[in-house]
């Protein structure tokens, strides 16, 4: 890809880029949020179109016109938001646009579900092709996404932030997935934003900085630190810069506490813990181990079975969300798109979302703008949320980072004692991950009590100032974060015991 | 009741089935696809006139009945461009259809015929040949002949519809369409094209619908030759899933419920005529609160597609 532009409006979000993969190599293209590695994907998917600049593949000349083309000239691209029907079989999904027939247009489902399983099983990628995608784990959605390409006979493979969605042991597996097919003589080209990917399975990497400024280099020359640098334009810290903890009275309290899921399967089965005044207590597992029930449970957002929560002494568990939050009970969601914002909603607008009735910002039930977008204007500056002057613009133009900081601006600034943070930094880079830490300790040193839900153990280990590790439901043991390594937990986290 | 009396129902039910089933199948086609079309009730109008005023004009009911059909894509054409390249909203856009629809028609009527009510045109046929129709003269089974060859035609499509659905390659592009486009869009398969051949389709289905309440229910067109058909369609169209099969056995529902009424209403007055002609309406109602919300609508219904959104 040679002198590639592309404007969205007047913004140039790719200027003059050059980009190049050689066969057979796993290729990283590295870069924050909203620097434009997506977009230049897109061009080389023909999703969008390149308002300058000339794409070779194979030293041809090639105008990339729609996804057609694309798949033409051996592209597939698996996208960062899958694009599976979930009503459809994996066999359906995989063929739609080049299926098999059978006079009259039949679809030949039967020789369907025999080659896609023949391809699945030549690449290790095996597969039930009857199974429905709404019935899978992400992880194996994400299968069916690298089969569809192969079945059009992909010999480039882009991916967008592939490992984003998978639990810690899908990325292992995934890893080696995509060496195989790189030993196959596949080009992968990989989206990513996580660092200690790229070393450990990447040949190449190319940085994008805003949109230009590109460097490509040996993976094997540069370390995660350097290349974070290259990325960011600025030295970072690693790690999570903080004083000891100062912990003084119990925030929350939750005892035996046990909670189901919708179809009544016990999912936190007699969980009890505290959190006092700064500390921040992490809670570590892997997905799917109850993490989710508790965090509903303590917000009110799921009746408990059985089992007591107290915020300051007083219990709150099946009360209503008014009531968690007058508590003194903030939380930022686990998905900022779909609990978290009102896409559509400006930012002064989703900044308002828990006091939109108060004064000044609503007289009568009459809502004074001037002063909901000073309040906006006020937060964002303390927050640093960029573009600046956005109190106006709808929040889903803002990147991920910038979205967060929103959500965070809305949850820290009415004061909470409590602060329930659930993987915070999901889908964010290395710039927006340090800010997002640096905030949650920040208000643990307010005196706050922080509740870190994450997936991401090196997030636990660096953020927090307890970890209880949950298993099963239960929590297996909660330990001091210094006095333990991520071995330790990693072990308790798959239900093994303590050293 | 007397067998003549159970065949009447037959007869009346299959009649009244017919172009509710028409339009019913119209809707489904235009909603897999993803474009919501509220606008069948102004289509069949349409529809129906321009049968009405074909099939005089020309002498011939066939004629009539496909002119129908092209009637209703070039209307529902408008709905199409609207929706899919402007990306309109697909509730105002089918509204504007329906009062389009009632009101070109009434107005052509009255400029053509300088009357309220089309002359008598020609009926489509019954699906009994003249010859076999000669040997039910006189029996219990006369009433039989009241089938119409549309009748037929309408459940064979029904049949076609769920083979192209469900069986071929354009019905798995179809369904995709509906649930996902950006799925589709990224496999090289044009949403656009899919959707304007779904709505076009939808709209010569439902003309049919139109036409059948012109020139074989009735034999000519006036303001109340449809009257609210179209929307009882959609009804069904929910009611029945979204599927060609659903479809069909809610409409031979409502069918059965109108000709119930029709019945009742000649046994004699226990219950008044004007309330028994609400229980069609009062069904499609009950119908509608009872299975809308666990409903398996298509997930990209009524939204339009932008390239590169997700």
């Known amino acids: 890809m040679v002198d590639i532009q592309k404007n969205f409006g007047k913004n140039h979000v790719l200027k003059n880029i050059n980009f190049s993969v050689g066969k057979g190599t796993i290729h990283a293209l590295l870069g924050e949020n909203g620097a434009g590695k997506s977009t230049l994907m897109n061009i080389l998917y023909g999703i969008y179109k390149q308002d300058f600049g000339e794409i070779f593949i194979n030293g041809e000349l090639v105008e990339i016109k729609s996804p057609k083309v694309a798949i033409e000239h051996k592209i597939g691209m698996v996208h960062q938001h899958f694009m599976l029907v979930p009503t459809f079989t994996v066999a359906q999904n995989i063929m739609l646009g080049s299926e098999l027939t059978k006079g009259l247009g039949m679809v030949d489902f039967k020789k369907a579900n025999r080659e896609i399983s023949k391809l699945s099983e030549e690449y290790g990628l095996t597969i039930n092709t009857k199974k429905k995608i709404e019935d899978m784990a992400v992880g194996m959605q994400q299968r069916v996404e690298i089969l569809k390409a192969l079945y059009r006979g992909a010999e480039t493979l882009i991916l967008d932030e592939p490992t984003a969605v998978l639990t810690p042991q899908e990325i292992n597996k995934f890893m080696e997935n995509m060496r195989n097919l790189a030993r196959d003589g596949k080009t992968i080209i990989m989206i990513t934003h996580k660092l200690n990917e790229v070393k450990q399975m990447c040949d190449y990497c190319t940085v994008i900085r805003r949109g230009e400024n590109i460097i490509t280099v040996h993976t094997d020359d540069y370390n995660e630190q350097q290349l974070a640098s290259m990325m960011v334009g600025r030295e970072l810290t690693f790690g999570v810069e903080k004083k000891p903890a100062a912990p003084k009275e119990t925030k929350l309290e939750v ?33 799917e181990n109850g993490q989710q029930e508790l965090v509903e449970a303590i917000t009110c957002l799921r009746k408990t079975t059985s089992g007591s929560i107290k915020i300051n002494g007083k219990e709150i568990q099946n009360t209503t969300i008014a009531n968690v939050i007058s508590s003194g009970v903030s939380t930022i969601p686990e998905d900022r798109h779909k609990s978290g914002l009102i896409m559509k909603f400006s930012v002064a607008e989703n900044m308002l979302l828990k006091n939109y009735k108060e004064r000044p910002f609503s007289k009568y039930g009459r809502m004074n703008k001037n002063k909901i977008n000073e309040f906006a204007s006020d937060l964002a500056q303390k927050f640093d949320v960029r573009p600046q002057d956005c109190a106006e613009l709808p929040v889903k133009k803002l990147s991920g980072g910038n979205q967060q900081k929103v959500i965070i601006a809305r949850e820290t600034s009415d004061n909470p004692d409590l602060l329930i943070a659930v993987q915070p930094t999901r889908g964010l880079d290395v710039g927006a991950i340090e800010y997002v830490h640096k905030i949650l300790v920040e208000q643990r040193d307010k005196g706050k009590a922080v509740l870190l839900v994450s997936l991401e153990l090196s997030e636990i280990m660096d953020v927090a100032d307890k970890i209880a590790v949950m298993y099963n439901g239960k929590i297996v043991a909660i330990v001091d974060a210094a006095a333990t390594d991520e071995d330790e937990i990693g072990m308790l986290m798959t239900g093994g015991s303590k050293k | 009741m007397t067998i003549s009396n159970l065949i009447l129902l037959l007869v009346g039910t299959l009649t009244y089935t017919t172009p509710l089933l028409f339009a019913a199948l119209g809707g489904v086609m235009s909603e897999l696809s993803g474009v919501m079309n509220i606008g069948l009730e102004g289509v069949m109008t349409f529809g129906a006139f321009t049968a009405a005023a074909f099939s005089y004009s020309c002498g011939n009911p066939f004629l009539g009945f496909l002119a129908a059909g092209l ?32 009101g070109v028609s009434i107005l052509l009527t009255k400029k053509i015929f300088n009357t309220s009510t089309s002359p008598t045109a020609p009926k489509l046929p019954s699906i009994f040949p003249v010859w076999i129709a000669h040997y039910f003269e006189g029996t219990t089974f006369q009433t039989l002949k009241g089938i119409s060859i549309a009748t037929l035609l309408v459940f064979m499509l029904v049949c076609l519809l769920y083979f192209v659905l469900y069986k071929t390659s354009w019905g798995l592009r179809i369904l995709a369409t509906g649930e996902h486009p950006a799925a589709v869009d990224t496999l090289g398969v044009s949403v656009p094209k899919v959707r304007y051949l779904c709505v076009l389709a939808s709209g010569v289905l439902a003309g049919f619908g139109g036409a059948f309440m012109s020139i074989s229910v009735t034999s000519s067109f006036s303001n109340v030759t449809i ?54 309406y009062i069904l499609t109602l009950v119908a509608l609160i009872l299975f809308v919300g666990k409903s398996s609508m298509p997930k990209a219904d009524g939204i339009p597609y932008v390239k590169g959104s997700r």
């Open chain 1, 255 to 287: 005892q035996n506490l046990i909670v189901n899921d919708d179809r009544g399967i016990k999912r936190v089965n007699g969980v009890s813990f505290e959190i006092r005044a700064g500390e921040i207590l992490g809670v570590a597992g892997v997905d």
């Open chain 2, 227 to 280: 009257c609210g058909q179209g929307f009882i369609a959609l009804a069904a169209m929910i009611f029945g899933k979204w599927t060609p099969q659903g479809a069909m056995l809610s409409c031979l529902l409502f069918g059965f419920a109108k000709e119930c009424t029709t019945l009742f209403e000649k046994e004699g007055g226990l219950i008044s005529s004007s309330l028994l002609e609400m229980l069609p």
């Open chain 2, 71 to 102: 009637a209703g894509a070039l209307l529902v054409s408008l709905h199409a461009v609207a929706s899919i390249t402007f990306r309109a909203d697909q509730t105002i856009s089918g509204t504007a259809i329906n009062f389009l629809g009632a």
